[in-house]
């Protein structure tokens, strides 16, 4: 299995911008199709954007579509996740997950692997 580990959390004003990473070990990035979840407190953990295996595409969660954007890097072996217009619904913990599908799935049990979480806050 791929391990992961996210870096680039912190804390942000409304309206500003955070660009995640997520470093993959083990195994390639482009093996998976990659997922970018979060978790704000005393909530589920929710499907935030995913990238096919292919890198050719992309999926988002309603609540960010046009504000975030996923790319994938082949040759860092990195899933980045930048986030812009940010506000303070935004805050959770984002996880980064690697599940062996070709396409994207907003499930999270069709993911394998998943890194420890970085807290993104977001003050009002």
């Known amino acids: 299995q791929v391990q992961l580990v996210e870096s680039g959390g912190g804390l942000v004003q409304t309206g500003g911008s955070l660009r995640l990473s997520c470093a993959a070990s083990g195994r390639t990035v482009g093996n998976y199709a990659m997922g970018w979840f979060r978790q704000a407190p005393g909530k589920e953990r929710e499907f935030v954007a995913g990238i096919s295996r292919s890198g050719g595409g992309t999926v988002y969660a309603d609540s960010v579509k046009g504000r975030f954007t996923i790319s994938g890097n082949n040759a860092k072996n990195t899933v980045d996740l930048s986030m812009n217009s940010l506000k303070p619904e935004d805050t959770a913990v984002y996880y980064c997950?690697?599940?062996?599908?070709?396409?994207?799935?907003?499930?999270?049990?069709?993911?394998?692997?998943w890194g420890q979480g970085t807290q993104v806050t977001v003050s009002s």
């Open positions: 997950a690697a599940s062996p599908l070709g396409y994207v799935s907003r499930g999270s049990s069709s993911y394998e692997s």
